[in-house]
């Protein structure tokens, strides 16, 4: 039997000028990063491969350790990127390279919705004729707006068109077929069938390499470890090696960012309850408080980064470990979604689902409540998360966003009302001490990652909380219908914002309880 066992040196020796490459990652989380940098190595040595097409359904790399993608960041080896999130932080850190690369217009980039990423490449395998999708209207990826382009150089190669079908109007997305597969485990045996029992998610890279086998390309697997063939059970395999040609051992790879290997990111032992951190007192931790009265007993729900991320340890504080179930775009459902460098993994998962399977879950509606967060808001409802000002970097792109949203019966958008506002929160009130640098309640957002006079139409539930105040879209644009105890309706909501949000005349006052040091008394 031929070995698989290769370097990463040779296994990036395989990849041609012009290929398409398909990676496997969620920033930190399974990156292969070993492999990805030994093909920016070879190309600041060679100068080949040239003019690669790089296809990346959830970022690959971060800003905090795992490179990813910005090892590929040279001028000359990409000619594409088509991503559902880029690496992002704060603007503490210097902006990478491959951001550089997309705003100085030296690379024709693309920001697709993940769930999308991940049917095109099913689609691709089946060679059927491209996605046919609802996801994404009146959005950026409407090619009435952006059209996914990031740059100029995206803007003049479409990859997304409007299609009239039965009736309907569709976005559809041709083909983008990948020859090269670069995926992550963590074991290999010596005929290449592959197991994850150490990585938090197991993401997509299974619909990545069947559709790159499909059309006869090769498929690069990184692992931590090989075991003798035979030695592995057929229930735990998740990707068969008859799909995989080259195995790249790195022993020191992270299961996340800053991770080396945590049993209960991988769902190998289950955390006692009280073992998880709990948000600090502060106004954050009060507006996810109120995100969480929105939930009922036995609801399925999804979570998203920033303030919403609280709402299922405010669940904790409030002893109720298990009566909701949490989904993530990566893939875990039930336990507990991690915060901070662990985002995308949970501890005491019920499954990890692979991410191609959740996001046809999530494309469809099929759970009760959203929780996801918001940069600005508009007149017409329309969310940004995806693209603001000077310093795009300190966004991610859409990631699964567009595609969480597209159908949800329930969507509960959390987020500050303004920019640098100085806030006093004590358990009588939250005092607006000084308005902010601007409001967040914009007459146009910059980018619209969320369409909200679409959801309307659609009878979607969208309120959105702040600090301030609880607001739904009217008739007539935003209206408050509920107020934090403290708040000045006329100078903190109407004043604050403009006159871009009306008030409620019969508009109610938040329960103290929300305010609360201690516990709050949730009662689902």
């Known amino acids: 039997m031929l070995s698989k066992i290769v370097s990463a040196a040779e296994a990036v020796s395989k990849i041609k000028d012009r290929d398409v490459v398909t990676v496997s990652s969620s920033s930190g989380l399974g990156c292969p990063d070993l492999v990805l940098k030994a093909l920016g190595n070879r190309f600041a040595q060679e100068g080949h491969p040239r003019d690669l097409t790089t296809l990346h359904p959830i ?37 990478p390279a491959i951001w550089e ?39 950026f990826v409407d090619p009435v707006r952006e059209g996914c382009a990031m740059n100029e150089r995206a803007a003049a190669e479409p990859i997304v068109h409007k299609q009239e079908f039965a009736g309907e109007t569709w976005l559809h997305f041709p083909n983008i077929v990948p020859n090269i597969a670069i995926i992550r485990a963590t074991t290999a045996d010596e005929r290449g069938n592959l197991t994850f029992e150490h990585e938090g998610a197991t993401l997509g890279a299974l619909d990545q390499a069947i559709a790159v086998r499909n059309h006869r390309g090769i498929v690069i697997a990184q692992v931590k470890r090989v075991t003798a063939a035979g030695s592995l059970r057929p229930h735990d395999v998740h990707i068969p090696g008859h799909l995989v040609d080259y195995v790249v051992i790195d022993p020191d790879q992270k299961q996340t960012t800053e991770t080396t290997y945590d049993p209960a990111i991988s769902g190998e032992i289950m955390r006692p309850w009280d073992s998880f951190s709990l948000p600090e007192y502060g106004v954050e931790k009060v507006i996810a408080r109120r995100a969480a009265m929105e939930l009922k007993e036995g609801d399925t729900a999804n979570l998203g980064f920033g303030i919403s991320a609280n709402v299922p340890r405010v669940l904790l504080e409030e002893g109720y470990p298990q009566s909701v179930t949490w989904t993530i775009e990566q893939g875990a459902v039930g336990g507990v979604p991690l915060t901070d460098f662990a985002f995308g993994c949970a501890s005491n998962a019920d499954a990890i689902l692979p991410s191609p399977t959740q996001f046809t879950y999530f494309q469809g509606g099929g759970f009760d409540v959203s929780f996801l967060s918001f940069l600005e808001v508009d007149r017409d409802g329309n969310v940004n998360v995806s ?11 859409c990631g699964g966003f567009v595609d969480i949203t597209a159908h ?32 967040k309640m914009v007459e146009m957002v910059e980018h619209v990652t969320f369409a909200g006079q679409r959801a309307r139409r659609q009878g979607q539930d969208v309120i959105y909380i702040t600090e301030r105040c609880v607001m739904r879209l009217e ?3 935003l209206v408050a219908f509920e107020i934090m105890p403290g708040i000045d309706p006329e100078v903190d909501i109407i004043a604050a914002s403009e006159g871009r949000v009306a008030v409620a005349k019969d508009v109610k006052i938040m329960p103290l309880s929300l305010l609360s040091e201690g516990k709050m008394g949730l009662k689902l």
């Open 408 to 439: 949800a019966r329930k969507i509960v958008f959390s987020g500050y009302f303004a920019a640098g506002a100085k806030l006093e929160v004590s358990e009588s009130g939250i005092r607006v001490a000084a308005q902010g640098n601007f409001t």
């Open 101 to 139: 690369m997309l705003t100085e217009n030296r690379v024709a980039a693309y920001n697709v919705p993940s769930g999308i990423l991940f049917d095109m490449h099913r689609d691709v395998a089946a060679r059927r004729p491209g996605v046919l999708t609802k996801v994404g209207l009146e959005t």
């Open 387 to 397: 693209k603001l000002g000077k310093k795009p970097y300190l966004t991610a792109g």
């Open 475 to 477: 008739d007539n644009g």
């Open 59 to 95: 970022a690959a790399g971060d800003m905090y350790g795992i490179k990813g993608i910005d090892h590929l960041a040279q001028d000359g080896l990409l000619a594409r990127i088509i991503a559902g999130s880029y690496p992002s932080g704060p603007s503490s850190l210097p902006m």
